[in-house]
């Protein structure tokens, strides 16, 4: 496009893209459809709100960013090679240079940069945003131009500089101050005028040269800052201050704007390399211990887990008292718990005395295969906003982060989780990466603007918590991406990305590093689709359930693997898991033989159930247990008077009336084989246990109670949404429709109308006005002569609009149309047309 016929507004740049255009850029923006803008000036003007604006900035990579940096500093409008002068310099960087084209259409693409290669302009908000002020210094370290920095000096100071630099004076400060810009930028004069610099006015320059370009003097300046200040190479911008010209620096930086250009994105390196197959079964192992520690932690809130605090969330104690359940420390027993909640599967249960439990789901979530149920949590954690690992810390307000309490939401966790993922994935099969390697690029992907630190900022956090919490969760194995977890975020196996085999401490190839990294699914039936897959790649790598234990000696059963759901429950109520690993240790005690006798079961019943499901013969000690707790189980009966105490053997009563230890329960007899409490039937029950008794509570009617561990569930919930970061990107269909909507409704705004008498013109952006009479003629007229109109219209709601329409058929107060503002036919209410107007001849 020739500067001749160059855009003379952002609308009207975006007026000249086509469909495809119009596409990438709603893509990359979505906010600029969210709702969708009636033509292409709101879409112009929803695209310079600042806002949007930082939204935007902040999406672009380090090199995009620069190169908008660049022309934040360039003349307005700037040439293509200008604008590539300043990011490649004076040598003209042949990385640079190739990379360029990328960049500026980037910033086209989304519409932050418009115009032609003659006459580019950066969108004024982000020219604001970007370029150097006292206040906000850019990024490049540039300060003023001469114009700006010499806008406060009298006429007169301004020629002595010229005079000073070895220029002719003139007539006016706008020449002078031009001869001297064209002074700073003339490569070879001024290497001239700095030849004749003195050392130490040279070494001030080479301070100030990259940033910050302003310094301080005194009333009476050295020596060699006055020969800087007379000749213009400083200038006063407040008293006791000078600033370096952003000309004079750029001579100094040799054109460069930037210190440092990086063109390309740092690769990803491997820091170690293992068979695929190795982590693999490392991943598998992890997923396996996930599942058992969710259904752990679940089985620990059994019956009603902690109380929820009045804020919202758990407290630090019981944080503290799961982290010991669990075996783990707070920071993972945090991440354990937030995630049981991001799958569904536990929530508060909405009572007065409002505690957390395990929801219906968590029920229905057993029943699934061990493959599945990982598949369930895994997709999960990738998608929830939720962060973990901000528990413990403290908000804006200083009050603490507690798990499943408020605050925990960061929109940016899902994006990030999937980058550092696909950082992985493009890695060869079984590299895990330098963890310093995956926080360059993805500070290149997504630089901070403005001076700050990267080592502690939000999404270098998430980054590392991404890397152990996937290798918790059995995504990872060995800190390499498991086939498993490449399925479940959608990649293509590692062989489809032709990575080249990369040792320890190697980096890719020049022409592997930039390959496109893998995307991830989008949909939720792809979602759905990847977790099947990755289910199916997970389910032969984990260990069959077993159906049976090794009974030894020492009253301890080994389970050398994971047990079948039925063994596994009724095995944890007849003993106590004593350690967990690759094989389980269970111990039997009195006390859990007497659990399982409290639950229902007799002691033939124990006896069978360890005969069928040991593979070594049932030890004697153990069987001795069982008779043993079982003879003396029942013996004693627990009742409600408050409480009472009843007996056959009136000589274990007496035997319990002279312990010492039963003084508490303050017990008297009523009769030889009953006693009376003042306590309550469980506190007695406990207190006799204590002593060494087996009693048995009953009920009203002289029935033992059968006690089984009462499962507390909430009502049905629904697992908590993540918080967007932003309006979603929008689909094919969607991005269609709207671009539809717009151009028409640009249409409408643009098309030529027939000037109207002075009387009934309307105003700038104002509906067209005419009577009943003349919007009925008219429309009349353009049936029979096939003409399009421009209409006002007020819709039901009374929202107004201006559509052109071509009538059809005028009858019965409706007028028929072919509506080009909605390119279809429609049928309106006449009472509803404000006006109408006849187009210019030209016009179709």
């Keep these: ?183 700073f930028t003339d490569r070879a004069r001024m290497a001239a005028l700095l030849d004749d610099a003195p050392a130490d006015s040279v070494d001030v320059l080479s301070r100030l040269v990259w940033g910050p370009p302003y310094g301080q003097v005194t009333a009476a300046p050295a020596r060699h800052l006055r020969w800087l200040i007379d000749r213009g190479l400083l200038l006063p911008t407040a008293p006791g201050t000078v600033v370096l010209p952003r000309e004079v620096a750029l001579h100094l930086r040799a054109g460069r704007a930037h210190r440092v250009t990086e063109p390309a994105p740092p690769a990803v390196e491997p820091a170690r390399t293992h068979r695929p197959q190795v982590v693999d079964a490392a991943a598998a192992g992890q997923a396996y211990t996930a599942l058992a520690t969710i259904e752990e932690l679940l089985k620990d809130w059994h019956e009603g887990g902690p109380a929820v605090l009045r804020a919202g969330g758990l407290s630090v104690r019981d944080l503290k008292r799961t982290a010991v359940a669990l075996d783990a420390v707070e920071p993972v027993a945090a991440f354990w718990v937030e995630l049981a909640y991001a799958a569904g599967l536990l929530a508060s249960d909405g009572e007065a005395d409002e505690r957390y439990a395990a929801t219906p789901a968590y029920d229905e979530w057993l029943e699934l295969p061990a493959a599945e149920r990982w598949a369930r949590l895994a997709s999960a954690w990738l998608a929830a906003t939720r962060t973990a690992g901000l528990v413990g810390g403290r908000d804006a307000k200083d009050r603490t982060l507690s798990a499943l309490g408020p605050g925990l939401d960061r929109s940016a966790a899902p994006e990030v989780r999937h980058r550092v993922l696909a ?45 152990s919490e996937a290798e918790l969760l059995g995504i990872t194995g060995r800190g390499a991406l498991s086939a498993q977890g490449r399925a479940l975020l959608g990649f293509p196996p590692a062989s489809a990305l032709d990575t080249d085999s990369v040792g320890p401490g190697d980096k890719l190839p020049v022409h592997k590093r930039h390959h496109p990294l893998p995307e991830a699914p989008h949909s939720p039936a792809e979602r759905a689709a990847a977790a099947a897959r990755a289910a199916r790649l997970l389910a032969p790598l984990l260990p069959e359930p077993l159906d049976h234990v090794l009974l030894q000696a020492d009253l301890t059963a080994v389970a050398p ?124 029950l406990e207190g006799l246990r204590s002593m060494g008794f087996a009693p048995a509570a009953e009920s009203a009617e002289g029935d033992v109670l059968i006690t089984r561990a ?27 429709a709207a671009i539809r909507a717009i151009r028409a409704g640009d249409l409408a705004s643009t098309t030529p109308r027939k000037p109207a008498p002075a009387t009934d013109r309307p105003g700038n952006g104002e509906l067209p006005r005419t009577s009943s009479a003349e919007t009925l003629a008219t429309m009349q007229a353009a049936v029979l002569t096939g003409e399009s109109l421009w209409i006002g219209y007020v819709n039901a709601e009374g929202s107004a609009s201006q559509r052109v329409i071509a009538p059809i058929r005028v009858e019965g107060g409706f007028v028929t149309a072919y509506d080009h503002t909605a390119d279809e036919v429609r049928t309106y209410p006449l009472h509803r047309v404000t006006g109408v107007s006849e187009l210019a001849d030209d016009q179709p």
């Design 710 to 736: 009462h499962a507390h569930r909430t009502p049905p919930r629904s697992a908590p949404e993540p918080v967007p970061d932003g309006p979603p990107v929008p689909d094919a269909t969607l991005l269609g």
């Design 561 to 684: 693997g994971p047990l079948e759901r039925p063994l596994a429950d009724t095995l944890g109520v007849l003993a106590d898991v004593e350690s967990k690993g690759g094989a389980t240790v269970y111990r039997f005690t009195p006390g859990s033989v007497r659990r399982a006798l409290d639950a229902g079961r007799s002691a033939s019943d124990l006896h069978a159930f360890l005969a069928a499901h040991s593979r070594t013969p049932v030890p004697q000690p153990l069987a001795y247990l069982i008779d043993d707790v079982a003879r003396r189980h029942g013996h004693l009966r627990i009742g409600a008077a408050s409480a009472y105490v009843r007996c056959d053997d009136d000589a274990l009563l007496n035997e319990i009336l002279a312990d010492k230890r039963s003084a508490g329960l303050r017990l008297r007899r009523l009769a030889p084989t009953v006693l009376a409490a003042q306590a309550d039937p469980a506190t007695l």
């Design 423 to 467: 950082f992985l994935a493009a890695l060869p099969e079984g590299a895990s990466p330098a963890e310093d390697s995956v926080l360059a690029r993805l500070h290149w992907e997504r630089p901070l603007r403005g001076p700050q630190d990267t080592t502690d900022d939000l999404r270098t956090r998430l980054a590392r918590w991404t890397l």
């Design 1 to 183: 496009m020739s500067t001749e016929t160059a855009p003379r507004s952002l609308a009207e740049a975006l007026r000249a893209r086509d469909d495809a255009s119009l596409s990438a850029l709603l893509r990359s923006r979505p906010d600029l459809i969210t709702p969708v803008p009636t033509d292409l000036t709101q879409l112009a003007t929803r695209a310079g709100t600042r806002a949007s604006v930082v939204r935007a900035l902040e999406r672009l990579d380090r090199f995009a960013l620069q190169t908008a940096e660049a022309l934040a500093v360039a003349s307005d409008p700037a040439t293509y090679d200008e604008l590539l002068g300043l990011v490649a310099g004076d040598d003209a960087d042949p990385a640079v240079t190739a990379a360029f084209p990328r960049a500026l259409g980037t910033l086209r693409e989304q519409a932050l940069v418009w115009g032609p290669d003659g006459r580019l302009r950066l969108l004024r908000t982000a020219r604001e945003l970007l370029a150097p002020s006292p206040q906000h210094p850019s990024p490049t370290g540039l300060g003023p131009t001469v114009a700006e920095a010499t806008a406060g000096l009298s006429p007169g100071r301004i020629q002595e500089i010229v005079a000073a630099a070895g220029l002719a004076t003139t007539h006016d400060s706008v020449s002078a101050v031009a001869a001297l810009a064209t002074l």
